[in-house]
């Protein structure tokens, strides 16, 4: 019935249909017998609200401690000549195992210049040999190329890596597949950035099926440990002990990678609204939550700063994660320094707002552009200045670069690939600092001055954005979007932006292109 529906509504083409079901089928079946829904329920999920109420992911709290919270202090920029570390920020490499110069780039499938996409018609060219603007992800020399041409942007103190290693074929995966992406790529960042310390966060594509990430009290061969225990072998050289022990329970760690600074990896696929898994139970799964203030209240106790990594970021979150984690970001605000995210393959930021009047910008989650090109955008990488290594070091973002690879050029006959910076966020957009009251002057900005709105959506797009025109609604929609680091939160828009007469927010927010 699956494959027939899938078929008849248009949503695939017929194999991808079978395929995708076939390997979907047992941990869906699975999920919904455990998940125990009555009558009603399933009739709600099936049928919507005419048919029966269902609302499995139900509100929840975590707890915080009974710790009063610090005044705020507002940061303060470091004194002139202070040391400045440079992070690589790598997220959504998403290499195609299959990828095939001169194939269809527009096939029919959700994925294409691979083996199977075909020919082109023979009024249009082929696959580029280094990556194409279109629904295609990266052959391997275009993931080597930017790592062997790191040069430039470098030297690097560290690497933050947020996942997404396999391609976007998610009807044929196998574990054999997703193992294979995740050594080869891991052995090729060993490769080009040797001795630099490389921590990396899981992303939603590493698994299989997709978006399928089980909560630990899932045990045998349905559960993550496969998955898990490669992570933990693969990356053991860059992690500690302690950190390897919570990877292999539940994907996240946190380590201490210089004095004064502590790392939290986080495995954002606990709070996604595509991990069927957590039908079953959506509190706080793993606990991670929980223990992400303890990490939080430990740091503070301490006098440290913290850096939070992770691939979804937290505004795509469900509900009451996104919302528990609110809450976490502004009780911990004088200790998170910065928080790093990826996943939506374009360019941008989540601000994070008080929560008694959501006026006042206290944390900016940044969004980092993809390596990959799908769907129809220049390759691409990041790197952040960050407040050094030193006594007293606030460890906060001073500022970040962008570089590309221009496809056009770079797929010209005899042409060699140049990685090149596309642009300084400080220098591009007019900024006195990269603080969160920075970025939320900067949409305020944007939404009168539509040519400044206009190098956003450039840049937005890694240097290649659609055709279409973005219109005041497109405009609007996108300016929410920064605003809004909490997910199902009308209030953000609408209070920060009541005369642009927005419709909900949710249907305001850009589609991330997760499958």
């Known amino acids: 019935m699956a494959i027939k529906m899938c078929t008849l509504l248009k949503i695939a083409p017929p194999a991808v249909c079978q395929s995708a079901v076939q390997l979907f089928q047992d941990d869906v079946v699975e999920v919904w017998t455990r998940s125990v829904l009555s009558p009603s329920e399933a009739c709600g999920l099936l049928l919507g609200s005419s048919c029966g109420h269902w609302d499995i992911f139900s509100s929840w709290n975590i707890s915080l401690p ?11 920029p470091p004194a002139p000549g202070s040391p400045v570390s440079r992070v690589l920020f790598l997220t959504d490499l998403h290499w195609d195992q299959s990828y095939l110069e001169g194939t269809d780039p ?23 040999y280094w990556g194409e603007y279109s629904k295609c992800d990266l052959p391997l020399r275009t993931l080597e190329s930017l790592l062997s041409g790191l040069g430039p942007a470098g030297p690097f103190d560290m690497v933050y890596w947020t996942g997404d290693i396999p391609a976007h074929n998610i009807w044929q995966q196998s574990r054999q597949d997703q193992l294979r992406a995740l050594t080869t790529i891991t052995d090729l960042v060993k490769k080009f950035l040797g001795p630099v310390p490389v921590y990396p966060a899981v992303g939603n594509h590493e698994s299989t099926p997709v978006n399928g990430f089980p909560p630990p009290f899932i045990e045998g061969n349905q559960s993550s440990h496969w998955l898990y225990e490669a992570m933990a072998k693969a990356w053991e050289p860059w992690l500690p002990a302690e950190a390897l022990r919570t990877l292999r329970i539940g994907g996240f760690y946190a380590l201490s990678p210089r004095p004064g600074l502590r790392l939290i990896s986080l495995n954002m696929n606990f709070c996604s609204r595509e991990n069927f898994w957590l039908l079953i139970n959506s509190t706080d799964p793993a606990g991670q939550l929980q223990w992400l203030v303890g990490e939080l209240q430990a740091a503070e106790d301490r006098g440290d700063k913290v850096h939070i990594i992770g691939h979804i970021p937290p505004g795509h979150c469900l509900k ?19 928080q790093f995210f990826g996943h939506t393959h374009v360019d941008e930021f989540e601000i994070f707002y008080d929560e008694e009047t959501l006026s006042r910008p206290l944390s900016v989650a940044f969004l980092a552009p993809s390596a990959t090109t799908y769907i129809s955008l220049n390759p691409g990488y990041r790197v952040y200045q960050i407040d050094g290594n030193y006594s007293g070091s606030s460890h906060l973002v001073l500022d970040h670069e962008t570089y590309i690879l221009n496809l056009t050029q770079a797929n010209e006959p005899g042409a060699t690939p140049h990685w090149q910076l596309l642009y300084r966020a400080r220098e591009t957009y007019g900024l006195p600092n990269v603080l969160p009251a920075a970025w939320h002057d900067l949409v305020y900005r944007m939404r009168s001055d539509t040519q400044l709105f206009q190098t956003f959506w450039f840049l ?9 025109p973005c ?11 920064q605003l809004s680091a909490r997910s199902d939160s009308p209030a953000l828009c609408r209070h920060l932006m009541p005369d642009a007469n927005l419709p909900p927010v949710q249907s305001l927010r850009p589609r991330p292109p997760l499958c």
Do not use: F, M
Request: hydrophobic letters at 20%; charged letters at 20%.
């Open 66 to 76: 009974a710790v009063p919270k610090p005044s705020p202090q507002p940061p303060e």
């Open 106 to 128: 527009n096939c029919e499938n959700p994925l294409c210049c691979r083996q199977d996409s075909g020919p082109p018609p023979a009024s249009r060219p082929g696959a580029g």
């Open 320 to 338: 009451s994660w996104s919302w528990n984690y609110y809450r976490i970001v502004e009780r911990y605000e004088n200790t998170l320094a910065g």
């Open 460 to 468: 937005y797009h890694k240097g290649h954005p659609p055709s279409e």
């Open 471 to 481: 219109g005041t609604p497109c405009r609007l929609a996108t300016l929410c979007a």
